[in-house]
C-alpha cells in the first residue's frame, strides 16, 4: 500500500479533505488531515474563492496550475462548472504569458515528458517515466519552435501541450491519467532565452535536418512501443517541419497536426455557418489566407477539400482560393515558395497589374475576396480600408482574424462590426465578448481549434482508429458547423465555448461513426455512441 504522502502528494489519487473516514482508515491517512470531511462541491466552492482573488489571469492560471497538480479531479470538477471562464486562463490566451515566464516561474513539470535532443538514447526511458505506469492513450508533442504566433520558446513552450491535454479533459471528457504531455527540446533559437541564466532548455541552436527528424522517428517508434493505442497530436511546430512530419506519420498511425488540421477544420465549421447565416452557397464564395504557413496553409486545404466535396473540379476549387504571405499575393514563379504554398499560388496571367499585388491590400482590392482569414501574426494587418473594400462587393463579409494571442489579431471584433456597418461575420482566435452595435448585440464565434480537437480526438480514441483520413475530417467539420443558431441577428457563426461539452461530445460521436463505417477500427466495436459514452472521464470521487 502507498504511503500517506504518496497518496496526498499524488494528483491522480489525491482527494485531500474529500477522503471519508473509512478510506483515511484504510490508506492509512488517519491524522494526516483535517477532521473535516468535505464534498467536492465544497471544495470547489473553496477553490473558486481562492481563484477569484488573485489579481491577475496570469495569477489565476499559477494558482489552477497548483490545483491541478495536487488534485486533477477537483481542478476538472470546478473547470467543468466555470469552462468559459476558465478557458482563456488554462488556454489561450493566458497561456502565452505562462510560456513566456516558464522557466522563471517553474515549480512542478506537470507531469509532462522532457525530451532532449542531446539525448536520443534515453527517449524510451523519459516516455516510460513520465508515463509513471499510467495507461496513455493520448499524447500532445510540440517542440515549440512556432509557439501560437509567439515564435520559438524551446523547453518553455511544454505549456502549450499541457494546456491543450486540459482543454482536451475539461471538454471531452478524457481521463486526465491516460494523457501525456511531451516537450522535444531540440535546441531554441530564441537568444533572449539562450542568454537568460534561468532558462531550463538546452542552451544551443536549434538541431535541424536529419538530427532532427532522427529523434522525431525515434520519438514516434518508442511512443508507438510503449502505447500502442495512443492517439499522437502535434502542436506548435515550426513551419518547415509541420507538415513534413504530419506527411511522413499520418497514412501508418491515429495521428494529426492540430494547427495545419484542427486550424483547417475550425475555419471551415465557421464558414459553413456563415453559409448557413447568410443564405449563400460556399462554391460561390472567394476565400483569401493572409499567412500562408502552417495553419494559413491547412485552413486552404480544408476548404479545397470542402469544395471539392460539393462538385467542384480540384482546379476550379483552387481557383477561389488565394494565398497572401509576406511576398504578397503568392504566384507560382514567386521565390522561397514551401511545399505547401506551392499547392495554392495563381498565374501572373489572372492580373492585369500582377506585379503590384505585394501586398494584402493591393490584393484584396484586385480579387474582392468574400472570406477573409488571418493566419500571419500581424495584428491590425485587416485595416479599415481593406475591410471597406471587402464590404462593398458582398453582402455579408466573412472575415476571421486567427492570429494569437490577442496582441497578434489581425482586426478586433468591434472594428470588423462598425467598419461594415453590422455586415461582417466575424470570428476571432481569442474568445471575444459580444459586440453591441446599433442596437443590435453580435455574438463573436471563438475560430479557435480548441472548439475541434477535443472532440476529434475523443472520436479517434473511442472507436480506436488505426488512422485519420479525409472523409472522417469532413465529417467532424460538418459536425461543428452544422450548430449555429440561425435564427438570432448577431448570430455567432461557431457555438459558444459555453457549450464545448455538448458539442465535443457531438463531434466525438460523428468521428467514431466515420471510423467505424470505413472500417478504420482496431478494436472490434460497433456502437459509436455507446464507446464514446463508455470513454468518459467524469471529474467526480
Ligand atoms: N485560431 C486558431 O485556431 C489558430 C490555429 C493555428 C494558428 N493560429 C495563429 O495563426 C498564426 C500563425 O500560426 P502558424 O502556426 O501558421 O505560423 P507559421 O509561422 O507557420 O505561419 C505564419 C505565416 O505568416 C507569414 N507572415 C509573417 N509576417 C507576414 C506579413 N507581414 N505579411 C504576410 N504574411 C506574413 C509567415 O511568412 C508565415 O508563412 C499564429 O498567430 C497562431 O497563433 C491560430
Ligand atoms: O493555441 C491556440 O490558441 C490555437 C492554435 O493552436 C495556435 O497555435 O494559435
Ligand atoms: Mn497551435
Same mark, same amino acid.
Given at each position: 500500500?502507498?504511503?500517506a504522502d504518496?497518496?496526498?502528494?499524488n494528483?491522480?489519487?489525491?482527494?485531500?479533505?474529500?477522503?471519508? /473516514?473509512?478510506?483515511? /482508515?484504510?490508506?492509512?491517512?488517519?491524522?494526516?488531515?483535517?477532521?473535516?470531511?468535505?464534498?467536492?462541491?465544497?471544495?470547489?466552492q473553496q477553490?473558486?474563492?481562492q481563484?477569484q482573488?488573485r489579481?491577475?489571469?496570469?495569477?489565476?492560471r499559477?494558482?489552477?496550475?497548483?490545483?491541478?497538480n495536487?488534485?486533477?479531479?477537483?481542478?476538472?470538477?470546478l473547470m467543468?462548472?466555470?469552462?468559459? @471562464?476558465?478557458m482563456?486562463?488554462?488556454?489561450?490566451?493566458?497561456?502565452? &504569458?505562462?510560456?513566456?515566464?516558464?522557466s522563471?516561474?517553474?515549480?512542478d513539470? /506537470?507531469?509532462?515528458?522532457?525530451?532532449?535532443?542531446?539525448?536520443?538514447?534515453?527517449? @524510451?526511458?523519459?516516455l516510460?517515466? !513520465?508515463?509513471?505506469?499510467r495507461?496513455?492513450?493520448?499524447?500532445?508533442?510540440?517542440?515549440a519552435?512556432?509557439?501560437?504566433g509567439?515564435?520559438?520558446?524551446? =523547453?518553455?513552450?511544454?505549456?502549450?501541450?499541457?494546456?491543450?491535454?486540459?482543454?482536451?479533459?475539461?471538454?471531452?471528457g478524457?481521463?486526465?491519467?491516460?494523457?501525456?504531455?511531451?516537450?522535444?527540446d !531540440?535546441?531554441?533559437n530564441?537568444?533572449?532565452?539562450?542568454?537568460?541564466?534561468?532558462y531550463l532548455?538546452?542552451?544551443?541552436a536549434?538541431v535541424?535536418?536529419?538530427?532532427?527528424?532522427?529523434?522525431?522517428?525515434?520519438?514516434v517508434?518508442?511512443e508507438?512501443k510503449?502505447?500502442?493505442?495512443?492517439l499522437?497530436?502535434? *502542436?506548435?511546430?515550426?513551419? &518547415?517541419h509541420?507538415? =513534413?512530419?504530419?506527411?511522413?506519420?499520418?497514412?501508418r498511425? !491515429?495521428?494529426f497536426?492540430?494547427?495545419?488540421?484542427g486550424?483547417?477544420?475550425?475555419?471551415?465549421?465557421?464558414v459553413?455557418?456563415?453559409?448557413?447565416?447568410?443564405? *449563400?452557397?460556399?462554391?460561390?464564395q472567394k476565400?483569401?489566407? %493572409?499567412?500562408?504557413?502552417t495553419?494559413?496553409m491547412?485552413?486552404?486545404?480544408q476548404?479545397?477539400d470542402?469544395?471539392?466535396?460539393?462538385?467542384l473540379?480540384?482546379?476550379?476549387a483552387?481557383?477561389?482560393?488565394? !494565398? =497572401?504571405?509576406?511576398?504578397g499575393?503568392? %504566384?507560382?514563379?514567386?521565390?522561397?515558395?514551401?511545399?505547401?504554398?506551392?499547392?495554392?499560388?495563381? &498565374?501572373?496571367? @489572372?492580373?492585369? /497589374?500582377?506585379?503590384?499585388?505585394?501586398?494584402?491590400?493591393?490584393a484584396?482590392?484586385a480579387?474582392?475576396?468574400?472570406?477573409?482569414?488571418?493566419?500571419?501574426?500581424?495584428?491590425?494587418a485587416?485595416?479599415?480600408?481593406?475591410?471597406? &473594400?471587402?464590404a462593398?462587393?458582398?453582402?455579408?463579409?466573412?472575415?476571421?482574424?486567427?492570429?494569437?494571442?490577442?496582441?497578434?489579431? @489581425?482586426?478586433?471584433?468591434?472594428?470588423?462590426?462598425a467598419?461594415?456597418?453590422g455586415?461582417?461575420?466575424?470570428a476571432?482566435?481569442?474568445?471575444?465578448?459580444?459586440?453591441?452595435?446599433r442596437?443590435?448585440t453580435?455574438q463573436?464565434g471563438?475560430?479557435n481549434?480548441?472548439?475541434m480537437?477535443?472532440?476529434?480526438?475523443?472520436?479517434?480514441?473511442?472507436?480506436?482508429?488505426?488512422?485519420?483520413?479525409?472523409?472522417t475530417l469532413?465529417?467532424?467539420?460538418?459536425?461543428l458547423?452544422?450548430?449555429v443558431?440561425?435564427?438570432q441577428p448577431g448570430?455567432?457563426?461557431?457555438?459558444?465555448?459555453?457549450?464545448?461539452?455538448?458539442?465535443?461530445?457531438?463531434?466525438?460521436?460523428?468521428?467514431a461513426?466515420?471510423?467505424?463505417?470505413?472500417q478504420?477500427?482496431?478494436?472490434?466495436?460497433?456502437?459509436?455512441?455507446?464507446a464514446?459514452?463508455?470513454?468518459?472521464?467524469?471529474?467526480e470521487?
Amino acid at each position: 500500500m502507498p504511503q500517506a504522502d504518496e497518496i496526498l502528494n499524488n494528483p491522480f489519487l489525491n482527494k485531500g479533505t474529500a477522503f471519508t /473516514q473509512a478510506e483515511r /482508515q484504510t490508506l492509512g491517512l488517519v491524522g494526516t488531515l483535517p477532521s473535516q470531511v468535505q464534498t467536492i462541491d465544497e471544495q470547489a466552492q473553496q477553490a473558486y474563492l481562492q481563484f477569484q482573488n488573485r489579481p491577475t489571469n496570469l495569477a489565476k492560471r499559477l494558482y489552477l496550475m497548483d490545483l491541478f497538480n495536487e488534485n486533477r479531479t477537483l481542478f476538472f470538477h470546478l473547470m467543468g462548472e466555470h469552462v468559459a @471562464e476558465f478557458m482563456p486562463i488554462v488556454y489561450d490566451p493566458t497561456v502565452s &504569458d505562462s510560456i513566456e515566464s516558464y522557466s522563471h516561474l517553474f515549480k512542478d513539470p /506537470q507531469d509532462a515528458a522532457f525530451i532532449s535532443v542531446d539525448a536520443p538514447d534515453d527517449i @524510451e526511458a523519459t516516455l516510460r517515466n !513520465a508515463a509513471n505506469g499510467r495507461d496513455i492513450r493520448l499524447i500532445v508533442v510540440t517542440d515549440a519552435e512556432g509557439i501560437l504566433g509567439i515564435g520559438d520558446w524551446g =523547453v518553455d513552450g511544454v505549456d502549450i501541450a499541457v494546456g491543450k491535454l486540459m482543454v482536451y479533459t475539461a471538454a471531452a471528457g478524457i481521463n486526465p491519467a491516460q494523457v501525456l504531455a511531451v516537450s522535444i527540446d !531540440a535546441g531554441t533559437n530564441n537568444q533572449k532565452l539562450l542568454n537568460d541564466p534561468l532558462y531550463l532548455g538546452n542552451r544551443h541552436a536549434r538541431v535541424t535536418g536529419d538530427a532532427y527528424y532522427a529523434v522525431i522517428d525515434r520519438f514516434v517508434q518508442a511512443e508507438q512501443k510503449l502505447f500502442p493505442d495512443a492517439l499522437l497530436h502535434w *502542436e506548435d511546430f515550426g513551419r &518547415d517541419h509541420a507538415k =513534413v512530419i504530419l506527411d511522413k506519420y499520418k497514412d501508418r498511425l !491515429a495521428t494529426f497536426n492540430d494547427d495545419i488540421q484542427g486550424t483547417g477544420m475550425v475555419v471551415l465549421a465557421g464558414v459553413l455557418g456563415a453559409m448557413n447565416i447568410a443564405h *449563400e452557397n460556399i462554391q460561390d464564395q472567394k476565400f483569401m489566407v %493572409f499567412g500562408a504557413g502552417t495553419a494559413g496553409m491547412g485552413i486552404a486545404s480544408q476548404i479545397l477539400d470542402e469544395l471539392t466535396r460539393t462538385g467542384l473540379s480540384v482546379a476550379a476549387a483552387k481557383q477561389r482560393i488565394y !494565398a =497572401v504571405d509576406k511576398q504578397g499575393l503568392l %504566384f507560382n514563379d514567386t521565390p522561397d515558395l514551401t511545399a505547401a504554398q506551392r499547392e495554392f499560388t495563381r &498565374d501572373r496571367s @489572372e492580373f492585369r /497589374q500582377a506585379d503590384a499585388l505585394t501586398t494584402l491590400t493591393a490584393a484584396v482590392k484586385a480579387v474582392h475576396p468574400t472570406v477573409l482569414i488571418g493566419t500571419s501574426t500581424q495584428p491590425g494587418a485587416f485595416t479599415e480600408e481593406i475591410v471597406k &473594400d471587402m464590404a462593398a462587393h458582398t453582402s455579408r463579409p466573412v472575415i476571421f482574424p486567427l492570429s494569437n494571442p490577442t496582441k497578434l489579431a @489581425e482586426a478586433k471584433a468591434a472594428d470588423l462590426i462598425a467598419w461594415t456597418s453590422g455586415r461582417a461575420l466575424v470570428a476571432t482566435g481569442i474568445p471575444t465578448p459580444d459586440v453591441t452595435y446599433r442596437g443590435v448585440t453580435y455574438q463573436i464565434g471563438q475560430g479557435n481549434n480548441a472548439l475541434m480537437y477535443p472532440g476529434l480526438g475523443f472520436g479517434l480514441m473511442a472507436a480506436t482508429a488505426k488512422v485519420l483520413n479525409g472523409e472522417t475530417l469532413s465529417a467532424a467539420c460538418h459536425a461543428l458547423g452544422g450548430l449555429v443558431d440561425t435564427t438570432q441577428p448577431g448570430a455567432a457563426v461557431l457555438p459558444p465555448v459555453s457549450q464545448i461539452t455538448a458539442f465535443s461530445q457531438t463531434i466525438a460521436e460523428v468521428v467514431a461513426q466515420s471510423v467505424l463505417d470505413q472500417q478504420l477500427n482496431r478494436e472490434p466495436i460497433t456502437d459509436a455512441k455507446q464507446a464514446v459514452a463508455a470513454m468518459k472521464w467524469v471529474p467526480e470521487y
